[in-house]
């Protein structure tokens, strides 16, 4: 049974900095993409960083430069630091998991990031 578990969310101050993680089990990352997805209140999910299992690094404008997407395969976990926090980053984020053989998606059940001004 796949499950992603997310932690390392909370309350943070802008200019701050958080590091998320996500533990994977029942999955192995040489076949799975693995990114970040964040959802603010009355907006659509929206891809924040993603590592593909040949280590490519994609992220979105807004985040780059000031986040940082990476693995741990000995643990299978997937870490997201993210410094500089803005409160526009304010979002519950989530793990995803998206396998390269099937192009199917496992989610995380999210962790909430707060940023105050």
């Known amino acids: 049974q796949v499950q992603l578990v997310e932690s390392g969310g909370g309350l943070v101050q802008a200019g701050g900095s958080l590091r998320l993680s996500c533990a994977a089990s029942?999955?192995?990352?040489?076949?799975?993409?693995m990114g970040w997805y964040r959802q603010a209140p009355g907006k659509q999910r929206e891809l924040v960083a993603a590592?593909?299992?040949?280590?490519?690094?994609t992220y979105a404008d807004s985040v780059k430069g000031r986040f940082t997407i990476s693995t741990d395969n000995a643990k299978n976990t997937v870490y997201l630091q993210m410094n500089s926090l803005k409160p526009e980053d304010t979002a519950v984020y989530y793990c995803?998991?998206?396998?390269?053989?099937?192009?199917?998606?496992?989610w995380g059940q999210g962790t909430q990031v707060t940023v105050s001004s």
């Open positions: 590592i593909s299992r040949d280590g490519e690094q």
């Open positions: 995803n998991a998206r396998s390269v053989i099937s192009n199917s998606d496992r």
């Open positions: 029942g999955i192995n990352f040489r076949f799975n993409d």
